[in-house]
């Protein structure tokens, strides 16, 4: 690995930082107390490019490296994950499992406005009774011919309703067990489509999240990923790659709350001097900036085995399980860096520590992560 960027690799950064302090800061705290969704924020970052990262250009979009990606999700997260967190899902699950594993006709057709972010993405796995255990689709897609016939609930979908293009996981052939999921593209606003109330969530307010409902729903033949029975291997494979996304996004919310904890801690004076001057202090803000670097090394990692084609699942479920603990770690040490000021939202720390527990449990909660990795060092026994 280079432990130094390129030109462009900057750049990217640099543009995501600016627009995120300048602009994402100034609203966050009521787009959050209100969980406002931000239609504007989302335009001004498609316009920046931040939604065609992964698409090739062929097809309109940026495609930039994943250590690129990583950087401007951390950058964007530092201020608001709800921002950061439509944009993973669109780039890492959506736009990229078209582009990795779609037709020449699905990428010719769905890229280009996905790449302009004039169409969202959004990822239909979760169900009721299907969350860790993705393998339980109780979601029906039966196959009549020309269509499949879609029948069922999804649970937790970020972008249910500002997304355009779902990509759907659903059971075609039951008795094939994982084996007969398939992946399908879905026109959000096909007949039969219904939506569930707008959750309210603990953090992440912002993103527009609802259960969808299937009723009914035809979906062509020609929108099927992959052969017949690829639907699950397709699951995992896009979230083997979202947990890089969601990695940076647990990095950028660490760091962003460090940056506020270590600011505070210089212009907060107790016995006469500055809080940073108390050893107490100054270790936390000491640890926090040791783990913080850790986890980006893993993060990093992560995105370079899979910009060099190297398997990634390993790497990417350790990335996940440590920057997540470390995000949420980091964001408590801010809060109690801050004191009572760290219990009001006009410091934003509180929202950080609410955004951080979310990253241990989507895209596969902390306990998933750990199942992956000692499935994978027991094979190396």
Request: charged share 25%; net charge negative.
């Given at each position: 690995?280079?432990?130094?960027?390129?030109?462009?690799?900057?750049?990217?950064?640099?543009?995501?930082?600016?627009?995120?302090?300048?602009?994402?800061?100034?609203?966050?705290?009521?787009?959050?107390?209100?969980?406002?969704?931000?239609?504007?924020?989302?335009?001004?970052?498609?316009?920046?490019?931040?939604?065609?990262?992964?698409?090739?250009?062929?097809?309109?979009?940026?495609?930039?490296?994943?250590?690129?990606?990583?950087?401007?999700?951390?950058?964007?997260?530092?201020?608001?994950?709800s921002?950061?967190?439509?944009?993973?899902?669109?780039?890492?699950?959506?736009?990229?499992?078209?582009?990795?594993?779609?037709?020449?006709?699905?990428?010719?057709?769905?890229?280009?406005q996905m790449?302009s972010?004039?169409?969202?993405?959004?990822?239909?796995?979760?169900?009721?009774?299907?969350?860790?255990d993705?393998?339980?689709?109780?979601?029906?897609?039966?196959?009549?011919?020309?269509?499949?016939?879609?029948?069922?609930?999804?649970?937790?979908?970020?972008?249910?309703?500002?997304?355009?293009?779902?990509?759907?996981?659903?059971?075609?052939w039951?008795?094939?067990?994982?084996?007969?999921?398939?992946?399908?593209?879905?026109?959000?606003?096909s007949?039969?489509?219904?939506?569930?109330?707008?959750?309210?969530?603990?953090?992440?307010?912002?993103?527009?999240?609802?259960?969808?409902?299937?009723?009914?729903?035809?979906?062509?033949?020609?929108n099927?990923?992959?052969?017949?029975?690829?639907?699950?291997k397709?699951?995992?494979?896009?979230?083997?790659?979202?947990?890089?996304?969601?990695?940076?996004?647990?990095?950028?919310?660490?760091?962003?709350?460090?940056?506020?904890?270590?600011?505070?801690?210089?212009?907060?004076?107790?016995?006469?001097?500055?809080?940073?001057?108390?050893?107490?202090?100054?270790?936390?803000?000491?640890?926090?900036?040791?783990?913080?670097?850790?986890?980006r090394?893993?993060?990093h990692?992560?995105?370079?085995?899979?910009?060099?084609?190297?398997?990634?699942?390993?790497?990417s479920?350790?990335?996940?399980?440590?920057?997540?603990?470390?995000?949420?770690?980091?964001?408590?040490?801010?809060?109690?860096?801050?004191?009572?000021?760290?219990?009001?939202?006009?410091?934003?720390?509180?929202?950080?520590?609410?955004?951080?527990?979310?990253?241990?449990?989507?895209?596969?909660?902390?306990?998933?992560?750990?199942?992956?990795?000692?499935?994978?060092?027991?094979?190396?026994?």
């Open positions: 690995m280079n432990f130094e960027y390129s030109e462009e690799q900057l750049m990217i950064k640099k543009t995501a930082r600016d627009y995120a302090q300048r602009e994402l800061f100034k609203d966050v705290i009521e787009r959050d107390a209100n969980a406002i969704y931000p239609t504007q924020h989302i335009k001004n970052i498609a316009q920046l490019g931040f939604f065609g990262m992964l698409i090739n250009p062929e097809y309109g979009g940026v495609g930039v490296d994943n250590i690129s990606y990583v950087l401007a999700l951390e950058e964007v997260s530092k201020a608001d994950s921002v950061a967190v439509i944009m993973s899902v669109h780039n890492s699950l959506a736009a990229y499992g078209i582009e990795t594993f779609g037709s020449k006709d699905q990428k010719e057709k769905y890229l280009p790449a972010g004039e169409k969202i993405g959004a990822f239909l796995l979760s169900e009721p009774d299907a969350g860790s993705a393998s339980f689709q109780k979601t029906s897609a039966i196959d009549k011919g020309d269509h499949y016939v879609l029948n069922g609930i999804k649970n937790w979908i970020t972008s249910a309703n500002s997304g355009s293009v779902y990509i759907v996981i659903a059971q075609t039951p008795e094939k067990a994982n084996k007969g999921i398939n992946a399908f593209i879905v026109d959000r606003h007949k039969g489509i219904s939506l569930g109330p707008h959750e309210d969530k603990m953090g992440m307010r912002s993103s527009d999240t609802h259960s969808v409902m299937f009723n009914d729903v035809i979906v062509p033949k020609e099927r990923i992959g052969e017949d029975g690829f639907g699950f397709f699951a995992m494979k896009m979230l083997e790659g979202g947990r890089i996304g969601i990695s940076a996004q647990a990095l950028g919310i660490a760091d962003g709350a460090y940056e506020l904890a270590l600011k505070y801690s210089k212009g907060r004076k107790t016995f006469g001097t500055e809080i940073i001057n108390h050893q107490a202090i100054a270790f936390k803000l000491a640890e926090m900036a040791a783990e913080i670097e850790a986890a090394l893993l993060v990692k992560a995105a370079w085995l899979k910009d060099n084609h190297q398997s990634y699942g390993t790497a479920a350790i990335a996940k399980l440590v920057a997540t603990d470390v995000a949420m770690r980091v964001t408590t040490e801010a809060v109690q860096i801050h004191g009572g000021y760290g219990y009001v939202k006009e410091y934003h720390v509180e929202r950080f520590m609410r955004e951080a527990k979310l990253t241990q449990i989507y895209e596969g909660t902390s306990e998933i992560q750990k199942m992956i990795i000692s499935r994978a060092i027991s094979k190396d026994c």
